[in-house]
């Protein structure tokens, strides 16, 4: 029996070894091309992308893509991007998606981009709803459709995205997929506003303009709400973002 014992022993020490030596390799790495060491790190990054490791995939394309270590190759970056995206990397495919949109290091291609953006969205990120609500507003690779783009807005606004809570705003004053209404764009406009968006700033002024007393006072109420809401509770995630 001891005998036995000290084989399935080893052999669930053999099965954690690789695993180990992934994330220990992924670590040096990261602190290689956090210190300005780029060429270990994109070494690192390569061995580790080749055997098949999301996160160093990503890494790598990100590398191709800012050239670091190497020259800017957007096409190796779609390439790496593409890898980590099948396997689930969700900034791979919030990249990828971007890269479509834009064209780089491929076809611009806008239903690849709503494509990717899409099955993020579904799963609740914010920057992917806010992507393909801009999509739809604009009718580039999907049907244009401002009340889907307000919905997809407002579920990214609710999560304290100050880009989307700035389209929303916008959205309620020009009447566009929802019920005109200058208090609720007001209100998500100084929502935006607190987070340091400038023409989000300059547009509540124009839009409190439109209010008449009772309004305002209405106005000041309810953007009071959505702050404490949708931008108090995501300030240190959002400050945490930044960082990465």
Known sequence: MKQIFRFQWMLLVMLLMPVSLTQAGF?????????????????????????????????????????????????????????????????????????????????????????????????????????????????????????????????????????????LGLMYGKGQGVEQDDVRAYAWLTAATTQGNDVADSSREFALTQLDEAQREQAEVLAKELVRKYVEPFASSADDEKLL
Request: proline share 0%; charged share 25%; no cysteine.
């Open 27 to 167: 670590d040096e790495a990261v602190e290689a091309a956090n210190v300005g060491d780029f060429d270990t790190a994109f070494k690192e990054f390569s061995v580790l992308a080749e055997q098949g490791d999301e996160r160093a995939q990503q890494s790598l394309a990100w590398m191709y893509f800012e050239g670091q270590g190497r020259d800017v190759d957007y096409a190796k970056a779609v390439y790496w991007y593409r890898k980590a995206a099948g396997q689930g990397n969700i900034t791979a495919q919030i990249n990828l998606a971007q890269m479509y949109a834009y064209g780089q290091g491929v076809a611009q291609d806008f239903s690849q981009a709503a494509h990717w953006w899409r099955r993020l969205a579904e799963q609740g990120d914010a920057r992917s709803q806010t992507a393909l609500g801009g999509l739809y507003y604009q009718g580039q690779g999907v049907k244009k459709d401002y009340a889907k783009a307000a919905e997809l807005w407002r579920q990214a606004a609710e999560q304290g995205y100050m880009e989307a809570q700035l389209n």
